[in-house]
């Protein structure tokens, strides 16, 4: 691979937006001493990040320590982090020894280390103490190295991801020298000499005469540049000039040229991948092939040892620590990552639309993770039939957002970070179930990805059988790589919040359950509650949707909730769907553990049940206590329409809990009085889940259908259905 | 009735959180289309869930193409005056004149430390501020072509070489609240930016405050009405008013009204993270405010 760039000191955001638009890979930033008017290289990067779409920035960092390394690592991640992920960091001589320049380096790297807990603290040249860390940047900021002297190459050798060569047409002999300086460096240091990418710097014009050296045709050029490729172990030629048609010439025929060429004369099997540091590679996990990760997702892929892994290792509430996530940004690319993890029958394998799963199965301890938050797609097919494709990666608040302008909506569940992937193979019980019914209801068909990686439609009128399967029990199946709804309309609703009193919490619940059942469908109510705090009522939060703008029927709905015990506070709003569902502004998870989580669906909140869930709540044992209502037109579908059966229940209940062994056991109490189990919120893996979440002739024809569609049972992670085998 | 006489400007202190990374830049871009005059964003490199601001602003800068921007307020001990001028002066020069310098002297020691910056007492700290000032107008001075060396206590300088020049007169806003502090600012500020959530005794603390400004101004031969005062204010909209700022629209039209004419405040900055506040706040309180001050203005200034 080669990139280029050209960098002018005057004009050159302008240059680089040019640079951008002829598909240079990369500019590289440096302060030019001769001009006197000097310009802060930093700000100008910063700038031109705005002013580009695609290319790298490569910026020369020459003014430390007047400027902080600390502050400098900090700007460097922001940059990164602006740019998508662009950002490359040059470090010189420039008045700094060669051992300071190694401690910027360990500062920067410390900074993006968020795999280390502790605070960054260094002695040597830049003494820091108690540092936090971060932020996580966009990817592993490339830190090159510029410079000739022996020990600087030599650093290069031990730390760098790059080298730059310090002046311009460098010749192919001085280059292999350094090169030797920095192979042996690394070879000591116990790196593989291919982890540093050697960088030049070229000038010259592009004309007809053809003499010296970059003096000359396209041709020339080429037979000019090859050997520095093919025998210099160059991988990024810079290109400086400031004249434009020698940059335009460069881009549109010595690149493609010499690509060709390095193409025609390089062995086969030298194909240029990014190769990770040494310390990055040790902290791979055995059993899994990394080398063998297909080439379409090497380069999103993470590893355990990358700067991004904390933001990709966990879920909502569940800490992981999987080996690789493969982040795939199309069908082809699941079937890849796919293939990848059927390498490893043994390792556990989960998928991942947008990782807020409850039921904690998208992510693991050591395996692999198929990430779909990147197939994110949302687009209208028919409108006046209002479908929609969504793709797994979507989240609902963005789904939400995007069907607003044409009046529609889908209810999906209360939290906007949710992918649609998880919830619309499992059900999805949300604001509008009680008028709308749930998610998967709507759902019209589905194109998904099987255990041999072949790819299906399922529909109504295509693999019914499967189509029936994945609503309610996908994650069992493949992997859905898209989604067709047909949406309604949804218009503003009313958005009741209540802090209710619940000293009484059995008489409060009851009487809450008795008025949503009483309640027309327009209304929806969830209740939360925690346990009692000192010093503090027992009360209860009681958020309600009407599905209806008009204020006297808003009113009209809300006023039994509200008169269902003291208020302590309320607020009612009128707002879009989609202002609703907008209640999260997605960062990445970072929870402290594994708790537990346990659902149970119910007909009726009846006295037995109230006294024993205030029992629950109030023995300290789960934290969070919720009951969603459901019913309405939930139950007007057939419990063998789909592969999600529990259809009678009018509430969902679930809590959280931070000790799994206790909650299960206060759970299993409770057992007596649900009717069935909502998949999605549940985190006990005992075998007897399967038949509490599809009761009856529901699993037993879910076995056989899991029998024909994944008869290798490759999907087994996510409550397997396959009989006799536990899930991992 | 204490007013300085500047026209209005309204601004949005916008939280420069890193994750998710294009938040501030979102709110940004909306404070600039809801027709804010100015975003600010806090300072403190130590603060790991931030961007670094200086970065931020340079990368927003570049995303906009009216609205101003400044530091409220830049960290000195963490920033050398030297970069810091010429960085002013280069993202000045790119955004066409967007770029107002706020500065503060520091506070946060003990982490400012831990950065590896240097620890200074308070009073020390309003010396290098005074000091930084300085140097930063003298590599900005291109007017003189020959370089200037500087040698202060606290930052040194070997044959500065001034430049570039600036897009247009960038004003230094000072963060001060200490006497010492307001009397720096009276004498070298352009304008003054404290946070009314940082006044003890509220908006009347503006009082005492003011004097020393205007005091420090009229012993440097200067004149208060030099030193525009803004003011960070945070505050909800509600249907019932709950104390200041804390009401429907109407009543923060009165209470900004009434910076205004008592303490002479002419710079309002909202602290919120909220484009739909930011909307309304730009769009029905700000017009509405600066009419209510055109009218009392002249009534009072025949």
Same mark, same amino acid.
């Given at each position: 691979m080669i990139t280029t760039t050209s960098i002018a000191p005057d004009r050159a955001s302008v240059r680089a937006s040019q640079a951008d638009d002829l598909g240079y890979d990369l500019a590289l930033l440096q302060h030019d001493s001769v001009h006197a008017d000097s310009a802060d290289i930093w700000t100008l990067g910063s700038w031109i990040a705005?002013? %580009?779409?695609?290319?790298?920035?490569?910026?020369?960092?020459?003014?430390?320590?007047?400027?902080? &390394?600390?502050?400098?690592?900090?700007?460097v991640i922001s940059l990164d982090l602006l740019s998508g992920g662009r950002m490359n960091l040059i470090l010189g001589e420039n008045n700094l020894s060669v051992d300071a320049v190694g401690s910027v380096i360990e500062i920067v790297r410390g900074m993006m280390d968020l795999s280390e807990r502790k605070a960054l603290s260094t002695g040597g040249y830049f003494p820091l103490r108690g540092v936090k860390r971060g932020p996580i940047p966009a990817h592993d900021v490339p830190i090159w190295i510029n410079g000739a002297g022996p020990e600087i190459l030599q650093l290069a050798g031990?730390?760098?991801?790059?080298?730059?060569?310090?002046?311009?047409?460098?010749?192919?002999?001085?280059?292999?020298?350094?090169?030797?300086?920095?192979?042996?460096?690394?070879?000591?240091?116990?790196?593989? &000499?291919?982890?540093?990418?050697?960088?030049?710097?070229?000038?010259?014009?592009?004309?007809?005469?053809?003499?010296?050296?970059?003096?000359g045709t396209t041709r020339q050029w080429v037979d000019d540049l090859l050997p520095f490729v093919l025998q210099g172990g160059v991988g990024t030629v810079l290109l400086d000039t400031s004249d434009v048609d020698t940059i335009d010439a460069f881009a549109r025929e010595v690149v493609p040229a010499l690509q060709e060429a390095i193409e025609r004369e390089r062995p086969v099997d030298s194909s240029a991948t990014r190769i990770r540091r040494a310390d990055v590679r040790a902290k791979r996990y055995a059993g899994i092939e990394y080398d063998a990760v297909p080439a379409s997702l090497r380069d999103s892929a993470t590893e355990p040892g990358d700067v991004t892994y904390p933001a990709v290792r966990s879920t909502y509430i569940r800490a992981g620590s999987p080996g690789i996530v493969l982040q795939a940004r199309t069908t082809a690319e699941v079937v890849d990552a796919l293939a990848f993890a059927r390498r490893h029958p043994d390792l556990p394998l989960s998928v991942r639309s947008a990782g807020h799963g409850i039921s904690g199965r998208s992510t693991n301890q050591g395996g692999i993770v198929i990430d779909l938050?990147?197939?994110?797609?949302?687009? $209208?097919? @028919?409108?006046?039939?209002?479908?929609?494709?969504?793709?797994?990666?979507?989240?609902?608040?963005?789904?939400?957002?995007?069907?607003?302008?044409?009046?529609?909506?889908?209810s999906s569940g209360d939290y906007g970070g949710v992918g649609v992937g998880g919830l619309a193979t499992a059900g999805g019980i949300g604001w509008l179930s009680r008028k709308h019914g749930l998610t998967i209801d709507h759902l019209k068909a589905v194109d998904m990805v099987l255990a041999d990686g072949s790819t299906?439609?399922?529909?109504?009128?295509?693999?019914?059988?499967?189509?029936?399967?994945?609503?309610?029990?996908?994650?069992?199946?493949?992997?859905?790589?898209?989604?067709?709804?047909?949406?309604?309309?949804?218009?503003?609703?009313?958005?009741?919040?209540? $802090?209710?009193?619940?000293?009484? %919490?059995?008489?409060?619940?009851?009487?809450?359950?008795? %008025?949503?059942?009483?309640?027309?469908?327009?209304?929806?109510?969830f209740l939360i509650m925690g346990p009692p705090r000192r010093n503090q009522p027992m009360a209860a939060q009681v958020l309600t949707v009407?599905?209806?703008?008009?204020? @006297?029927?808003?009113?009209?709905?809300?006023? &039994?909730?509200?008169?269902?015990?003291?208020?302590?506070?309320?607020?009612?709003?009128?707002?879009?769907?989609?202002?609703?569902?907008?209640? %999260?502004?997605g960062s990445y998870h970072d929870p402290g553990g594994e708790p537990a989580a346990r659902s149970g669906l119910i007909e009726y909140i009846t006295p037995e049940f109230a006294r024993a869930a205030e029992h629950l709540i109030k023995s300290g044992t789960v934290y969070f206590f919720q009951i969603r209502s459901v019913g309405g037109a939930v139950s007007d579908v057939p419990p063998d329409a789909t592969a999600y059966a529990n259809r009678s229940a009018n509430f969902s209940v679930t809590a959280f809990g931070p000790d799994p062994e206790r909650v299960n056991q206060a759970w299993d109490e409770l057992a007596v009085h649900f009717n069935g189990l909502y998949l999605s919120f549940e985190t006990d893996q005992r075998p007897e889940r399967l038949e509490d979440a599809f009761p009856g002739e529901t699993l037993h024809r879910l076995q056989e259908l899991k029998a024909k569609w994944d008869p290798e049972n490759v999907f087994r992670d996510n409550f397997n259905l396959t009989p006799n085998v536990t899930s991992g | 009735?204490?007013?300085?006489?500047?026209? +209005?400007?309204?601004? !949005?202190?916008?939280?420069?959180?890193?994750?998710?990374?294009?938040?501030?830049?979102?709110?940004?871009?909306?404070a600039e289309e809801a027709g804010l005059d100015l975003v600010s964003f806090q300072d403190h490199p130590y603060q790991a869930t931030y961007h670094d601001t200086w970065t931020? +602003?340079?990368?927003? !800068?570049?995303?906009?193409?009216?609205?101003?921007?400044?530091?409220?307020?830049?960290n000195? #001990? +963490?920033?050398? #005056?030297?970069?810091?001028?010429?960085s002013l002066a280069t993202l000045d020069n790119l955004s066409g004149g967007r770029i107002e310098l706020g500065i503060g002297a520091g506070g946060f020691w003990d982490a400012i430390a831990g950065m590896g910056g240097r620890r200074l007492s308070a009073g020390q700290s309003v010396e290098a501020l005074e000091e930084a000032i300085e140097l930063i107008r003298t590599v900005w001075g291109t007017q003189s072509r020959n370089s200037a060396g500087f040698a202060g206590n606290y930052y040194r300088v070997d044959g500065v070489r001034r430049g570039p020049a600036p897009a247009h007169d960038i004003g230094i806003w000072i963060g001060s609240y200490g006497p010492r502090m307001l009397r720096l600012t009276g004498r070298h500020g352009d304008g003054w930016l404290p946070s009314l959530p940082y006044l003890k005794g509220g908006p009347s603390d503006l009082t005492e405050m003011n004097r020393y400004i205007d005091d420090g101004a009229r012993k440097a031969g200067r004149e208060p009405s030099d030193i525009r005062r803004m003011l960070n204010i945070g505050g909800q909209i509600a249907s019932n008013s709950g104390g200041f700022l804390n009401g429907p629209p109407e009543q923060w039209i009165d209470d900004l009204a009434g910076l205004n004419r008592d303490y002479g405040i002419s710079g309002f900055i909202l602290m919120a993270d909220d484009p739909g506040l930011i909307e309304l706040y730009a769009g029905e309180i700000a017009p509405a405010v600066r009419e209510r001050v055109a009218a009392e203005r002249g009534v009072s200034s025949p």
């Open positions: 705005g002013q %580009t779409d695609q290319l790298q920035l490569a910026v020369t960092v020459a003014d430390i320590p007047r400027r902080l &390394p600390s502050v400098l690592a900090r700007s031990q730390k760098a991801d790059s080298w730059l060569a310090p002046y311009q047409n460098m010749r192919l002999e001085d280059l292999r020298i350094a090169n030797q300086f920095i192979d042996q460096a690394a070879t000591d240091a116990g790196r593989d &000499p291919r982890e540093i990418r050697r960088s030049i710097v070229v000038s010259g014009m592009i004309s007809d005469a053809s003499d010296t050296f970059l003096q938050s990147q197939m994110n797609e949302i687009q $209208v097919i @028919d409108e006046a039939s209002r479908v929609v494709r969504l793709g797994p990666g979507a989240r609902w608040m963005d789904v939400a957002a995007a069907l607003q302008p044409y009046g529609w909506g889908l299906v439609r399922a529909s109504a009128e295509e693999n019914q059988d499967l189509f029936w399967a994945v609503r309610g029990a996908g994650a069992n199946f493949g992997i859905v790589v898209s989604f067709e709804f047909e949406a309604y309309e949804v218009g503003n609703i009313g958005f009741g919040q209540f $802090v209710i009193d619940a000293g009484d %919490t059995a008489g409060f619940l009851e009487k809450w359950g008795a %008025t949503i059942e009483a309640s027309p469908r327009d209304l929806t109510s009407v599905a209806s703008d008009d204020p @006297d029927t808003i009113v009209d709905r809300l006023q &039994p909730v509200a008169n269902v015990g003291p208020l302590y506070n309320q607020q009612v709003m009128i707002m879009p769907y989609a202002a609703l569902m907008a209640n %999260t502004q | 009735m204490t007013d300085y006489g500047h026209d +209005l400007l309204f601004g !949005a202190f916008i939280t420069p959180v890193a994750q998710p990374a294009m938040q501030p830049v979102e709110h940004a871009i909306a931020l +602003l340079s990368y927003i !800068a570049s995303r906009t193409e009216r609205i101003r921007l400044s530091g409220n307020v830049l000195l #001990p +963490l920033r050398d #005056p030297a970069v810091l001028a010429r």
